[in-house]
């Protein structure tokens, strides 16, 4: 492919320069095995190191010696007297199953054609390489990575949320104008809408096609959050407005990290939510830092971060993003205002204990809470994780008023879809070989049966 427009005008930042070399090196001969990623993660020892062995039964479990795969296929013993580890003879069987998955992630990623093939998965980071979109610093606009904090979620959105204004289409996307999924829409400079209503099919190539995007444009990697935030709204059975009665729809958005990056690309929900009003709420621990440091007339000082609102023709959707800034996390019990669905993005809800409260919350009063997730072995963790966690709230605070909570906790299986509108790109391995894309599942921790039949704001009404 060649590389045109502002593109072409970039270096990409030092650590990136290996991973495009390794692309051109692929490019030059298909054969070439990329040297990325650069190191892996024993499963048992969690020791980074550089030739991976795998489990010969599951192909998915990464080793780094005889010795580890050996020591970890039966229950261990944790260091320290920590109780006992499972062994990998116990999940071998499930992971070999989600191994199979990797064949619907390849097909999305086949609709795009400039996703970058990894031996046999196609690879995110060296995709973003190969189009000079992968490096730090502000001539990479909405695709930045924060420097020297890719791993500290906290810090994700301050140096963005410290400016005075947003970047523009043209500074966020660093795209060639014709690539751009452009909000602010002008006829005369080929900028144009949709020519109607949400109409696609749920694939990558019809929302292009409805869009507008020609193929070659790889909005679609950071287009995967506001559709995640459609695609579980959508799942929770929240519908749009008509002509002649809008609706308006309280979103509390919840565990915000990288998304703080790039928030004018949630202006696209307006687009997709026709005679909406849509308030979207943020929170998480990188909301209230920014916020906490703010200086005045920043972004992070506003009480309105973003607003948008869609063209007429299209619905005239609109869509508000505020901060909630008094505390890191969401405390149901401290913001008593109820909300019509808790959303999170690639969550991990039973791997941190701020989750748990949002969880017995969301069951207690019935509100709708969707999250996404990488892999699809963490949401069969939250079918195992969520009963003990209930479990626990029921020892808590005795049994009176709990039977939603004892019903939630009889469930089993909750509902999970894969999809469609996922990074097309996707992780690359650490320590299993296991698909894993940025909001690949949608997991409904509640689906809020009772609250699909209210009004949005609250009050009862016959549809
Ligand atoms: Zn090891
Ligand atoms: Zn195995």
Known sequence: MTVHGPRSERL?????????????????????????????????????????LRCSACKSAIYCSKQCAKEDWKPYAAAGGGGMYEGHKDNCAAMKEQMNRLDDFNRISEQLPWVVKNGNYYDAALTLASLKLRGTGSSYGWWAIPPGSAFAAQTYGQAYLQRTNHWNELEGWKLPEKEIPWLTFDESKGRNPPKSLPDFEDSWTSYYQWRGLPLSSPAALLLHWPLAVYRMLRELGITVGSADKRRSLKIFLLGLEKELEHIPIFGELALLFPYCDLQVVLFGASVFNASKN????????????????APKTLGGGTIKITMHTKSPYYDPAQYKERPDALIALNAGVTTYPEWFPVIIHSIKEDVPFAVTDYVDASLDECDRGIP?????????????????????????????????????????????????????????????AASQDQNLNGVLEVD
């Not at 930042?13 to 650069?38: F, I, R, V």
């Not at 909570?405 to 999970?416: F, V």
Request: hydrophobic share 35%; glycine share 8%; proline share 7%.
């Open 294 to 309: 703010a200086r005045k007339g920043t972004l992070a000082a506003k009480g309105v971060l973003y607003e948008y609102e």
């Open 12 to 52: 990409a930042a030092s650590a990136d320069h290996y991973l495009y070399n390794e692309w051109l090196n692929l490019q030059k001969d298909p054969s070439y095995k990329p040297k990325w990623p650069t190191s892996y993660t024993c499963f048992h020892c969690g020791r980074q190191f550089e030739k991976p």
């Open 388 to 448: 003990g966690i209930i479990s626990q709230e029921l020892m808590r605070s005795g049994s009176r008023g709990s039977m939603p909570l004892m019903t939630a906790m009889m469930q089993g299986k909750r509902k999970k879809v894969m999809n469609e509108f996922m990074c097309p790109a996707a992780k690359a391995p650490a320590a299993n070989y296991l698909p894993s894309g940025s909001n690949a599942w949608v997991y409904i921790v509640n689906a809020g």
